[in-house]
């Protein structure tokens, strides 16, 4: 198994109060991604990073911010969380810069914003 | 607009039939890749498939890319229980420098 963690593995908060999610890989892969997943969406594209401080948007990036200071860490910032961003968050992380290559998918974290 | 299309949406079979399922598109794809989730888990990459035209077999899951690189299929002969998940396909259009869109996914049931 790629060496991914995602944390909280779970986490409820109300509406308005900041999240951070951290994904964390013992890999020294490049480029890391966060995902969101929602039924009847897939998967859907948040932003990525691909290196450290290096990021860009995704497809659904309005109301999050991310931040890479290590290779090994990226964090997901929901500023003002809203109940439309309950879901569950992937991370996912690959060598190369060739969509040939294998995304590696951490565990999820499952977010419900009250 | 959906980029990819699966089809079917779900699908619930007896262990031991065969099945195709699809990912459709109306553009090109430079690579399309299949992936298994199971429930509480993460994705799990099953194949690449960067050729049109090309098949590749992984056990009893035969894939095909479509020769204008704008569909997949995948057909799996004596479906199993452990079979069982949802599958993703997921295409890097050229030029989108690793960024991947997945479909919405196909939900399958194997019934002992």
């Known amino acids: 198994d790629a060496g991914i963690t995602q944390s909280p593995r779970h986490k409820v908060t109300e509406t308005g109060t900041p999240v951070t999610l951290r994904c964390h890989q013992t890999?020294?892969?490049?480029?890391m991604y966060w995902y969101r997943q929602d039924p009847g969406h897939g998967l859907r594209l948040i932003h990525y990073?691909?290196?450290?401080?290096?990021?860009d948007k995704g497809e659904v990036s309005d109301g999050y911010s991310v931040s890479r200071s290590k290779t090994e860490d990226f964090l997901l910032t929901l500023e003002s969380a809203t109940s439309s961003q309950t879901s569950v968050y992937f991370c996912?992380?690959?060598?190369?810069?060739?969509?040939?290559?294998?995304?590696?998918f951490g565990p999820g974290t499952r977010l419900t914003v009250l | 607009t959906q980029l990819l299309e699966q089809s079917p949406q779900f699908l619930s079979i007896q262990e031991g039939e065969n099945l195709t399922v699809y990912c459709n598109s109306s553009s090109v794809f430079s690579s399309l890749q299949w992936y298994r989730q199971e429930p509480g888990e993460g994705p799990v990459l099953l194949v690449t498939v960067v050729t049109g035209g090309e098949v590749k077999k992984l056990k009893r899951l035969t894939f095909q890319f479509g020769d204008a690189r704008k569909d997949s299929s995948l057909h799996i002969t004596a479906a199993q229980p452990g079979d069982t998940g949802l599958y993703l396909c997921a295409g890097e259009r050229e030029r989108a420098n690793s960024k991947l869109t997945f479909g919405k996914g196909i939900t399958l049931s194997v019934r002992p």
């Open positions: 996912a992380i690959s060598e190369g810069d060739s969509g040939t290559d294998t995304q590696y």
């Open positions: 990073s691909y290196g450290v401080k290096d990021t």
């Open positions: 890999e020294n892969h490049r480029y």
